[in-house]
């Protein structure tokens, strides 16, 4: 029989839904606890997934002795102290992404989660999706051969999120790089195979989401009066192993589509991840390889299932803490350079 996990939910809005549907299709997993500083949303959530127990404050939760795991689900803001309490209280953690405000934040909960009886996994999906899986093993078989560049693109035509407080800074520390862009890095940096990253460059530009709109949008109304985030970051990543990466983030590109992908290119083979194909050399050809088939999961189930089973200690996590880290950095320092105009290091 499996061994039981009882969860936690701190902050039951729109990603917490997505998280308690997929634990609750996993043999004796029990969404025990929700908390949530909004009645509303709290109520909402309870009653839809049968939660026995609500807390307005996560200190209160954490202290129910039928709880062994947490998912972190609020605003970025408030991804690190619920964390941070979390791990304390001997719970496994897993805070969704990005991982924090900032890098210092987010190795306190790495430091927290090496002094704590429980673990510390990221909210990752990307890396997880069938198509970066499939990839992943390409480049693992040497089939890509040295990985020299990753194209990250995260771009919205136009989709200013209208809920939420995406476009506040001092609530989210940044706009489409640090809410979209981090997915795409995220799968990069996986499929790179993790090299240290050493240095990064950007540019960002804020000129829609901060005034009113009536262009017809799936998401209109934002509130522009208090957005103070990019629309569009254009950024340059070094690592130590002589890759680099560029980044292309916005809700608000001025392009033909929405496009969300990664191109790798390395010195035998180049591939994409939508749709997943790989560029070779055969038989003195050069061949587009597509795979014929793939799994058919959906990421986010994966991710709910892979944190399960790491608890359980079925296997590790393909999305530890420290890779968390690692992207956390990377976003500082590009936000980092454009506030000062220069390339900027990563220790
Ligand atoms: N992995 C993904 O694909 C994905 C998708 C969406 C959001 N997210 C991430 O999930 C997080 C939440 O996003 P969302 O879209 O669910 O936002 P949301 O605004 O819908 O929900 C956040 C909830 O947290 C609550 N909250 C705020 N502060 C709190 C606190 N101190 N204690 C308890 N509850 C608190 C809010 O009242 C709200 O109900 C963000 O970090 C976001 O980046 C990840």
Redesign the pocket.
Same mark, same amino acid.
């Given at each position: 029989m499996p061994q039981r996990v009882r969860v936690g939910v701190?902050?039951?809005?729109?990603?917490?839904g997505s998280q308690a549907r997929n634990l609750l299709a996993i043999e004796d997993v029990e969404v025990v606890a929700g908390?949530?500083?909004?009645e509303e949303?709290l109520a909402k959530f309870a009653e839809k997934y049968e939660v026995p127990h609500r807390f307005a404050d996560?200190n209160e939760m954490l202290q129910l002795d039928e709880l062994d795991a947490v998912t972190v689900?609020?605003?970025?803001i408030? *991804?690190k102290e619920?964390t941070i309490a979390a791990l304390k209280a001997g719970k496994h953690v897993m805070v969704?992404?990005?991982m924090a405000m900032n890098a210092e934040e987010a190795q306190a909960m790495v430091d927290a989660a090496s002094e704590s009886e429980g673990t510390l996994t990221m909210?990752f999906?990307y890396r997880l999706s069938p198509g970066a899986q499939t990839l992943k093993r390409f480049v693992d078989d040497g089939q890509i051969g040295k990985v020299m560049f990753a194209r990250v693109q995260a771009l919205r035509r136009l989709g200013i999120p209208n809920?939420?407080?995406f476009g506040r800074k001092e609530l989210q520390a940044g706009g489409p790089l640090i809410?979209i862009g981090v *997915?795409l890095i995220e799968c990069a940096h996986f499929l790179m195979r993790e090299p240290k990253p050493v240095a990064a460059s950007a540019r960002m530009f804020t000129y829609a989401g901060n005034k009113p709109s009536d262009v017809d949008c799936p998401w209109p109304d934002w509130d522009y009066e208090t957005y103070n985030v990019e629309d569009l970051a254009v950024g340059f990543v070094r690592f130590d192993n002589g890759a680099v990466m560029s980044v292309e983030s916005s809700f608000v590109a001025h392009i033909e589509e929405t496009t969300f992908n990664v191109q790798i290119m390395g010195e035998k083979g180049g591939c994409t991840l939508h749709p997943p194909k790989i560029f070779r050399n055969e038989a003195g050809t050069m061949v587009n390889v597509e795979p014929a088939y793939m799994g058919k999961w959906k990421s986010?189930t994966k991710k709910i299932q892979d944190w399960i089973a790491f608890i359980r200690g079925e296997r590790e996590t393909q999305c530890p803490a420290e890779a968390g880290l690692m992207i956390q950095k990377i976003l500082d320092a590009l936000y980092r350079s454009a506030e000062e105009g220069r390339e900027v290091p990563i220790a």
């Open positions: 701190i902050g039951t809005g729109g990603i917490a908390c949530d500083i909004s949303a996560y689900c609020t605003p970025n408030a *991804h619920p969704e992404k990005p909210g999906q809920w939420g407080v809410d *997915h986010m």
